[in-house]
Structure formats: C-alpha cells, structure tokens
C-alpha cells in the first residue's frame, strides 16, 4: 500500500497587498521589495473571518475540482496557529460543517513553516496503522493577523492562505509518502515568535488598547530576527537535503523536483546555490501569494502539477524549516 | 585569501558595492547603499565561497572590512 496525494486546492482571499502599496506607505521602491523576497503580491484575509470558514473555501475547492466520495474521509488534520477556540479542534469544527461522518480522526497541529510536513508525516502514520485510509490535510495560515501594520520587513514577506490536500491509502498507485528527517532547536524561538500570544508574555489590555487602531492586535505580534533564521537555515538545511536523500536511499540526481518551503525567493535562490541542485529542478512559487507558512508546500506543489514540472510518478523532496526552530523533509512519489 | 581578494569577492557579488567601494578600514552598515539585507548577503557570500558560517551577532560585531576578514580568516583556519 502506498500514500498517495489525490489532490490538492487552495484558496487566497480576495484581498490583496502589492508591492505598490507597500512603496505608497512606507519609504521603500517597489523593485528593492521584490529584490529582497521575490514576491509581489501578497493576499490579506479580512480580521472578522472565522478560520474553519476560511478552511472551507478551500475545501469547496477541492470538491468542485476533484471527484471523489467524501464519505470516505476517515481523518481531518488541521494545521495552523489560528484556530475558531483554543478548544475544541477546529478538526472538530470542520467534521460539522463539512457534513462528514461520525467515525472520523481529527486533530489540530500547530506548527508553522514545518506544518505540512509533519501533517503528512501523521497522515501516513493513520495510513499504516489502518486508523485512516482517506484523509484531508489542511494547511490554512493567517500570518497577517499577528503582524504589525508598521513592520514592513513581515508584512512584505507573509499572505495568507488555506490548501486542502486529499490523500488515499492505495495498493494500485505509484503514490507514495517516503521517509522523513525531523529536527527541532527550541533554542530559536525567541528569534520567531508571536509575542503577547501565551503565557511568557500574557496579552494584557495595555497592549489590546496600544494597537487599538489596529483592531487591538488579539491574537499577538509575530517578531523574526531576519539574520538568525537566515543563518539557521543556511546551516541546517543542507544537512537536512542529505539525510533525507540517505533515509530515502535516493541520490540527487534521481529526484525529479525539489520543493522547500517557499520562506522567500532570496533566501531559496541561496538555499539552491548551495546545495548546487539545477534551477530546473528547483521549483519556486511564491511572487504571487508570499510565504503563506505551512500552505507554501502545497500550493507549490499544485502550481508545478499545473504546470507540468511534477507528474505523476515523479519523485519530489520536499523541506521545510522555520518557526522552532523546526526543520524537516521527505521524499513523496506523486 | 589576502584581504583584496576577499574585497574582489564582495565587491564582485554585491553590486550595490562596485569596485573601490571598499576599503579595509571601510564600516560597510556607514555606506549609504547599505541595507539590512547585505547583511544577510554577505553571511550567504561567506557561506558559499568559503564554506564559513557567521552568525548575525558575529556579524554585528565586526566593525570594519578588515574584522569581517580577520573572522572569516579565523574560522578557515
């Protein structure tokens, strides 16, 4: 039996934030901002959405472009750092209003970047131990409801955006999830956090009434020390392609395509140089959406599907790194 | 390395720093084209070429060319 991803979809809202408006508020030129991230347009959610609302969008998505029996989904795996409560599991949420059955698996996975991943790592898990066979992973970011309006360094980086991705377990296909590499340094969380989000530095009403022009900023502010993770990622990312190629018994050569967390098309170019893998073979998408956390994998992921540089039986390694610090990767046969 | 090489290879790779920009007593961040992000090339630079990882603290402290290269120099050897 492999794991094989039957489909992906996802949703960006309405809302935009270009680079020409990021040079019309702040002293910056709209080419330095493309220079610095590769991205030009960013999409912005509305800060009344409900997150399993936003969950869905993608989901009816995924219903209109694929047909298969919903019926089946036996898991739903969230992964996001919003959520409708802090309990219950917007799984939980999503099992109602997407009228799935009763016997369903859920759970909520709160990981940023590393978030598709480890979703895809517990996917095959239900898979093998025949908890689950059909299985819905949604990767649904709201980065831009933690940055502060005034931090032009994130909000030229961040958009927003919910993928659904449907995996089956199946014996006829040459879909298949490999093996990971996992790695953790929570020595880097203060270099990328939401302050004012929990209880290190508790939201207090002299912070709700601060950035009260801003909607009270209730759910925290991101921080990143742009130097240290760029470090971080050049020091652990390279070592991460290697083991995982070994743990795959894979060499380079015989990957078909490379797709890392879209974090910042500068940071990916440097990333590609150093690892020497062929522009050909490094896929990026990220100049018309930013770096939406764990829903850059996917996304990419469509677009080059869409775009015929993955297809089916290719071999595709994926990474991710960030937020943690968490680092890790896998080897998925389409 | 001799530190006119190492000055070549910036001044090479980061166009904003044609040639003769840099001097070894020059504080790069005192450059009026300097920008967060040379911070960040320049670690990528080094990491490329030289196989050297600096940290961005590492990096703070240098104040000139020169401790830039003296570092870089320290960890080659």
Redesign the interface.
């Known amino acids: 039996m492999g794991q094989s991803i039957e489909g992906i979809s996802y949703y960006l809202p309405q809302n935009t934030l270009t680079n020409t408006d990021l040079s019309n508020i702040f002293a910056v030129q709209e080419k330095d901002i493309f220079k610095k991230t590769g991205i030009k347009k960013r999409h912005v959610i509305d800060l009344e959405t409900v997150v399993s609302d936003f969950a869905i969008n993608s989901a009816e998505k995924l219903f209109q472009e694929y047909s298969f029996n919903k019926d089946n989904i036996d898991a739903i795996i969230f992964c996001s750092s919003a959520y409708d409560y802090k309990v219950p599991a917007t799984a939980c949420v999503l099992q109602n209003k997407l009228n799935l059955g009763k016997h369903i698996y859920t759970i909520d996975i709160r990981h940023g970047c590393t978030g598709y991943i480890y979703s895809l790592s517990v996917a095959k898990g239900l898979m093998n131990t025949s908890q689950a066979n059909h299985v819905l992973i949604f990767t649904t970011e709201i980065p831009t409801s933690v940055i502060h309006p005034g931090d032009l360094e994130l909000r030229m980086i961040f958009g927003d955006a919910s993928a659904i991705t449907y995996l089956c377990n199946k014996n006829n296909s040459t879909g298949n999830i490999g093996e990971f590499v996992f790695g953790t340094d929570g020595s880097g969380a203060g270099n990328l956090f939401v302050k004012y989000s929990g209880s290190v530095q508790r939201l207090k009403s002299d912070w709700l009434l601060k950035t009260e022009s801003h909607g009270g900023m209730p759910y925290g502010m991101l921080e990143m020390n742009s130097v240290e993770i760029f470090t971080f990622t050049l020091r652990e990312v390279p070592t991460l392609v290697a083991e995982v190629l070994k743990k795959n018994r894979i060499s380079m050569d015989e990957i078909d395509l490379f797709i890392f967390h879209q974090a910042n098309a500068f940071l990916l170019n440097m990333l590609r140089r150093k690892l020497k893998i062929p522009e050909s073979k490094f896929y990026v998408y990220i100049e018309q959406v930013g770096n939406t956390v764990s829903a850059s994998i996917p996304i990419a992921l469509k677009e080059a599907i869409k775009e015929g540089k993955a297809k089916k039986g290719d071999k595709i390694l994926l990474a991710a790194f960030g937020i943690g610090y968490s680092w890790c990767g896998t080897v998925i046969t389409l | 390395m001799t530190i006119e090489e190492f000055i070549n290879k910036i001044e090479s790779e980061i166009e904003e720093f044609p040639p003769g920009t840099l001097k070894p007593d020059t504080n790069p961040r005192e450059l009026e084209q300097w ?3 040379h ?2 090339i320049l ?2 630079l080094i ?2 070429e030289y196989n050297v ?4 603290e590492e ?1 703070i402290k240098c104040l000139t060319v020169n401790d830039l290269y003296n570092l870089v120099q320290s960890k080659l050897s």
């Open positions: 920008s967060s992000m911070a960040l670690i990528a990491d490329s990882t600096i940290s961005g990096l």
